[in-house]
């Protein structure tokens, strides 16, 4: 096919992808049959003959069509996936114009079908990175989002300015552990720390224990399965003491979770979203449990809602539990989302 016709060819591409067909490509000719709906069906052929450009731009405007959001960093993810590189900007600008593999081509459309049935990124290329590190992923467990870094950046300076470095142990429990994205990194970081995390789903606690093992920090780390609401006493016996809590729980108010987006009604576990009513139910069990597992002077910090911050203040003044609130921190939208708070006088 000279070049005139593949321009030509890719014009009619990309107008048969607008109205929901699937195309091939066959010998300098367009040949197209329906595609299936993004709730089940046949699998569509894949194109052939496209090079990578080519191929991230029909799928880019796919999504777009379908309502799926980021489309152009959706395909532009995969993409990189398939040609083993994190991003598309970290690779040389020729690999744009290379023709794809076969193989290539159906392993990048099998992937964009689940883009397409709005799995999340992060479980169709089955990896994400966090901070510094690139963590496994799969469904159902909680995918760690930015403000979840900013959590960990905070636990990081509360370290830098409390302890010196020469300190030769620290203990810390993160509560709700998910990937493990939290504690990882908190371990990659901070060689004289060890960390137990819990959490009460079996797939989150299996997730952990990978990733530790492929980071190598298994040695420093102890995953447990407890369920913070019915496993209290465990966790008060065999988790503490520790110098940090770390959390970020379950926070959404309960009638917030039918407005998120499909990608996370599908995928996501509800019950790493679902906060309750008032979407305090396992904060205020971490609260309650937290001075009877930290060492005199221990910190709590906490990634919360907007609106819990005043709330947990207030909770903690009133019911004098043995914390004392130290400051609300705002996330990088300026929303106040961080909570940290400090043992004092508590007995344990």
């Known amino acids: ?87 598309m900007a970290s690779l040389d600008p020729i690999i744009m114009t290379k023709e794809l593999t076969g193989v290539q081509t159906h392993r990048f459309w099998e992937l964009c079908s689940k883009r397409l049935a709005r799995m999340p990124v992060q479980y169709v290329i089955e990896e994400w990175d966090f901070r510094d590190l690139t963590l496994k992923m799969r469904p159902p467990v909680f995918i760690p989002r930015p403000e979840t870094e900013e959590l960990v950046g905070l636990v990081l300076a509360g370290f830098q300015s409390r302890w010196d470095s020469r300190v030769p142990s620290l203990r810390c429990l993160e509560l709700c552990c998910g990937s493990g994205a939290v504690s990882l990194s908190l371990l990659h970081s901070l060689p004289q720390l060890s960390v137990v995390a819990v959490d009460k789903s079996t797939e989150a606690v299996s997730l952990t224990q990978e990733n530790a093992h492929r980071l190598g920090l298994q040695d420093r780390l102890e995953v447990r399965q407890l369920d913070l609401t019915v496993d209290a006493e465990v966790i008060l016996k065999e988790c503490g003491p520790v110098d940090i809590l770390v959390s970020n729980p379950p926070y959404l108010f309960s009638q917030d979770m039918t407005s998120l987006e499909p990608e996370i009604l599908r995928f996501e576990d509800p019950a790493a979203l679902d906060g309750g009513a008032d979407g305090l139910q396992i904060i205020a069990q971490i ?58 006088g508590a007995e344990n």
């Open 1 to 87: 096919m000279c070049r005139s016709q593949l321009s030509e060819s890719m014009d009619v591409l990309i107008k048969l992808n607008r109205l929901g067909c699937a195309v091939r490509l066959h010998k300098g000719r367009v040949r197209h049959q329906s595609l299936r709906s993004a709730s089940g069906g046949r699998d569509f052929p894949p194109v052939s003959h496209l090079n990578v450009q080519q191929a991230t731009a029909i799928w880019e405007q796919r999504f777009r069509g379908c309502g799926v959001s980021e489309p152009y960093l959706s395909s532009q993810y995969i993409m990189a996936h398939i040609l083993g590189a994190k991003t």
């Open 287 to 344: 609260l309650t449990l937290a001075p009877h597992l930290l060492k005199d002077l221990g910190f709590v910090y906490l990634e919360v809602d907007p609106r819990h911050p005043p709330v947990i203040q207030k909770f903690v003044e009133e019911e004098k539990i043995g914390l004392e609130y130290i400051q609300t921190h705002y996330d990088i939208t300026n929303r106040p989302r961080f909570c940290v708070l400090q043992r004092r």
